[in-house]
Antibody, heavy 123, light 107 residues
């Protein structure tokens, strides 16, 4: 059973860089018999809805939400079965629960999610 | 971006009720539409993919329908564990987008 787990600092100062890692266990971050997966970051502001941040393939190809693209870097480390998020120049508006999630090629749905990590931007 | 609008934003219902939630896309998403259930403090859980396919392990009281721009999620007989917030999500064209959510509360 595939499991995803987010890790990183829970508190980031304004103007600094938010860095998170998603560790994947129980399956490979690279392709398998089911196909090639999209590895995603999604966030949820307090008491709000869900906002998709971006995805990365195991090959390193990425696609980011245009609203965040200028501040965003998503990378993958297949040797560690991990992918990462870096969001720079953060403000209080970036305070949210950050989820990592796997999207499968069947109908491009998010079938596995991490538990989420709350990141607060505050001095 | 493809905007998704859910209605209602919230509803009150009783155990045993039939519940229907709608999701309307501003432009076609074909059948690249999924539904998720989220409980407080938890990650969303996939219920329905490809507009009408039931995810493995999800009770059959959940069903989805629609294509193009109009979709529905139905719960045939609401159970106590179904009180939660429900989101639709499109993956027809990136950036992937979510509806604003529908909170199903106890009447």
């Amino acid at each position: 059973q595939v499991q995803l787990q987010e890790s990183g600092p829970g508190l980031v100062k304004p103007s600094q860089t938010l860095s998170l890692t998603c560790s994947v266990s129980g399956g490979s971050i690279s392709s398998d018999s089911s196909g090639v997966y999209y590895w995603n970051w999604i966030r949820q502001h307090p008491e709000k809805g869900l906002e998709w941040i971006g995805y990365i393939y195991y090959s390193g190809d990425t696609f980011s939400n245009p609203s965040l693209k200028s501040r965003l870097t998503i990378s993958v480390d297949t040797s560690k079965n991990q992918f990462s998020l870096k969001l720079n120049s953060v403000t209080a508006a970036d305070t949210a629960v950050y989820f990592c999630a796997r999207m499968i090629p069947r109908a491009r749905e998010f079938d596995h999610w991490g538990q989420g990590i709350l990141v607060t931007v505050s001095s | 971006d493809i905007q998704l609008t859910q209605s209602p934003s919230s509803l009150s219902a009783s155990v045993g009720d039939r519940v229907t939630i709608t999701c309307r896309a501003r432009q076609t998403v074909s059948t690249y539409l999924s539904w998720y259930q989220q409980k407080p403090g938890k990650a969303p859980k996939l219920l329905i993919y490809a507009a009408s396919s039931l995810q493995s392990g999800v009770p059959s009281r959940f069903s989805g329908s629609g294509s193009g721009t109009d979709f529905t999620l139905s719960i045939s007989s609401l159970q106590p564990e179904d009180f939660a917030t429900y989101y639709c999500q499109q993956s027809y064209s990136p950036p992937w987008t979510f509806g604003q959510g529908t909170k199903v509360e106890v009447k």
